[in-house]
């Protein structure tokens, strides 16, 4: 039946397929330049092309270096918020990361015309292997410079001030647990947003497309909800993509402010 | 679920691209194009800085200037009333000296004719004493026939005005 054969598997989207060099090796594992490494390269691009218009350098700036400003302007601010002067020296690390992660999420979502034939945009910040990555980058720069900075005074950040001294082993332990937890619910938690959003999108699709085959009167009734119900998430989605990009950033400041100032 | 199940064929791949993508993403923009864009706008921000501190010194300038174009001029106008003042003082005590003069001579006249109608009041009176001494000697000698001196007669005169 045509229904069996336009059966939409949601989780498809994420597979990773090797482009080309599926022979390539690096230090002895496989590293083929697949369709993940090719969007990250095209976010990448995106994101070089978008920084242009902010070398122009003009005193008054037009749209574009005004736009490129202001995002720098915000993670300046978002910086300096949270930890005073010295989130400046952060600011190219929190950058980088914000606007990746935010190119690539909203890369993700534009519906390719070459969907049909199997080209479509793939969102690797879906994938926990990209995005632990990113936690553990953070994490690393976390002990980096909490221990850089403090020694092994950097333990006080797990026994906060005022605990009475019976508690301190039980409160350091939690503490450290809590700690050591970051990076898994910060790699986590932008992985489950962006998943859990594109595999709805494609399954409120794949409602349209079999209330459709099932007749017009299926069509109307269910997929033209359905159809009305992507629409709106596409618009939650977006909002999504800018929101997960900014709480990563955010807590990635707030993590480094923990190392840089204790408590 | 991808990637759960391709994680252990893929994930060197996937490192080795997000952490040369990155890498390169982090040294060329981080690194190399957000400092020069928050250099710009921290040139501007300083610019417009100065420009208004610029315009605030003009200003105080300004205010500074039409201070002492006030003080200058309440100088101005203090020494001219004090010019007027001594000018007025100076007629008053030319006009007060004038004044005195002039009383002082009317002084002095007033005292000469007081001091000459003395006189003549001194001299009738004594004319009236010898008058009164001649007439009363006279009386005298017609009524009584006693020849009375002059300085007798002249005695009683006074005697009898200094009573009456």
């Known amino acids: 039946m045509a229904a069996d054969t336009a059966k939409v598997d949601p989780m498809h989207q994420f597979a990773i397929e090797p482009l080309f060099g599926s022979d390539w090796t690096f230090a002895g594992h496989n590293i083929a330049f697949t369709n993940s490494a090719l969007w990250m390269l095209i976010a990448g691009i995106c994101l070089w092309i978008f920084m242009i218009g902010g070398m122009k350098r003009e005193v008054v700036p037009g749209r574009w270096q005004m736009a490129v400003e202001t995002m720098t302007g915000f993670i300046d601010d978002l910086l300096e918020a949270n930890m005073g002067k010295e989130g400046r020296k952060y600011v190219p690390y929190v950058f980088t990361l914000f606007m990746f992660i935010l190119f690539a999420n909203l890369l993700g979502l534009i519906p390719l015309p070459l969907a049909m034939a199997g080209v479509h945009a793939f969102t690797f910040t879906s994938h926990f292997t990209v995005t632990g990555v990113l936690a553990i980058m953070t994490f690393a720069i976390v002990l980096t410079v909490g221990f850089w900075k403090h020694g092994l005074h950097f333990f006080s950040l797990f026994v906060p001030h005022g605990t009475p001294p019976l508690m301190i082993p039980l409160i350091f332990v939690i503490e450290l647990i809590s700690f050591l937890f970051r990076p898994f619910s910060l790699g986590l938690r932008l992985f489950v947003a962006m998943m859990s959003g594109h595999v709805l999108l494609e399954v409120l699709s794949s409602f349209v497309i079999d209330a459709a085959n099932a007749g017009p009167g299926y069509g109307v009734l269910i997929g033209g909800p359905s159809f009305i119900l992507m629409i709106a998430i596409c618009a939650l989605e977006l909002l999504v993509a800018g929101i997960q990009a900014y709480v990563f950033a955010l807590l990635t400041s707030l993590y480094i402010n923990d190392a840089e100032h204790l408590h | ?164």
Do not use: C, Y
């Open chain 2, 1 to 164: 679920m991808p990637q759960i199940a391709q994680m252990s064929e893929t994930f060197a791949s996937q490192l080795f691209w997000l952490l040369l993508v990155f890498g390169i993403l982090f040294f060329v923009i981080g690194k190399g194009m957000v400092p020069k864009v928050m250099d710009t706008v921290g040139l501007r921000d300083k610019q417009i800085a100065d420009d208004l501190g610029a315009a605030q010194a003009a200003r105080d300038a300004a205010d500074a200037e039409e201070e002492a174009w006030r003080t200058r001029e309440n100088a101005n106008r203090a020494s001219a009333q004090a010019l007027v003042g001594e000018a007025k003082a100076k007629a008053q005590a030319t006009t007060e000296a004038r004044l005195a003069e002039v009383q002082a001579g009317l002084d002095a006249r007033m005292a000469d004719a007081e001091a000459r109608i003395a006189a003549a009041r001194d001299a009738a009176a004594g004319e009236i004493e010898s008058v009164a001494a001649d007439a009363a000697k006279d009386i005298v000698s017609r009524l009584a026939g006693v020849n009375v001196d002059q300085t007798a007669a002249l005695g009683a005169v006074k005697k009898a005005m200094a009573h009456g």
